[in-house]
């Protein structure tokens, strides 16, 4: 069965340090959105991607985050300076509106 | 974003039916219900999805109230892989495809016994 593949699926940085997380949506899939989950807390969506450009972006989204397909099958997230707060489980998900297929995610460690 | 009420917890026994509820008493005309369920250090997995009518896939069925303030998460007979927190989300979905982002709440947390 198809997945989406997230890479890593574990990292651990310094505070002010660049960060890009990788995944690998389904192949036929036209939508992608990168969700968070801060420990023992609830999912957060924080963007949507369609037709190569943002279609949807919360308020958690701010500068220091930015998305990319640079190849036409990977989709990364990055964050320019990571700050503690961005410690977090982060799910890269594919699909359409009305079934979205979630990866394992990616756990992400500011120090 | 409209509003979704679930019970923090619940608990059942292996293989007798559950039923997860979900108030949701601000949905508008085009809000589609919309279930996902998160096992334990995974991804969130999508369940099910309707809008005014029952539903019914291989994982659950979806019961949806005629006013469509409520609708109830069936899964037909449990099993200890079912233990996950279930979200019930209400999502608007665009008439040309796409839709919002998914808003997850605290959803409830199923328990299954053996």
């Known amino acids: 069965e198809p997945e989406v593949t997230q890479t890593p699926s574990h990292q651990v940085t310094q505070m002010g340090q660049e960060v890009i997380l990788r995944c690998v949506p389904i192949?036929?899939?036209?939508?992608f959105y990168w969700y968070r989950q801060i420990l023992g807390q609830k999912v957060e969506f924080l963007v949507s991607?369609?037709?190569?450009?943002?279609?949807?972006k919360s308020e958690i989204f701010d500068d220091q985050f930015s998305v990319e397909r640079p190849d036409g099958s990977n989709f990364t997230l990055k964050i320019r300076s990571t700050k503690l707060e961005d410690s977090a489980m982060y799910f890269c998900?594919?699909?359409?509106?009305?079934?979205?297929?979630f990866g394992e995610g990616s756990r992400l460690t500011v120090l | 974003d409209a509003k979704t009420t679930q019970p923090n917890s619940m608990e059942s026994n292996e293989e007798e039916p559950v039923h997860l509820p979900c108030n949701h008493s601000?949905?508008?005309?085009?809000?589609?219900i919309h279930w996902y369920r998160q096992l334990p250090s995974q991804g969130p997995e999508y369940v099910i999805h309707?809008?005014?009518s029952n539903v019914n896939n291989r994982m659950a069925s979806l019961a949806i109230a005629e006013d469509r303030k409520s609708s109830t998460l069936i899964l037909h007979r449990a099993t200890l892989r079912d233990a996950a927190v279930y979200y019930c989300?209400?999502?608007?979905?665009?008439?040309?495809?796409?839709?919002?982002?998914?808003?997850f709440g605290k959803g409830t947390h199923l328990i299954i016994q053996p």
């Open positions: 998900a594919s699909g359409d509106a009305a079934e979205l297929f």
């Open positions: 192949s036929n899939h036209l939508y």
């Open positions: 991607f369609y037709n190569n450009e943002i279609s949807e």
């Open positions: 601000t949905i508008s005309g085009t809000d589609y």
């Open positions: 309707g809008l005014t």
């Open positions: 989300i209400l999502l608007h979905m665009y008439s040309g495809g796409g839709a919002d982002g998914l808003t």
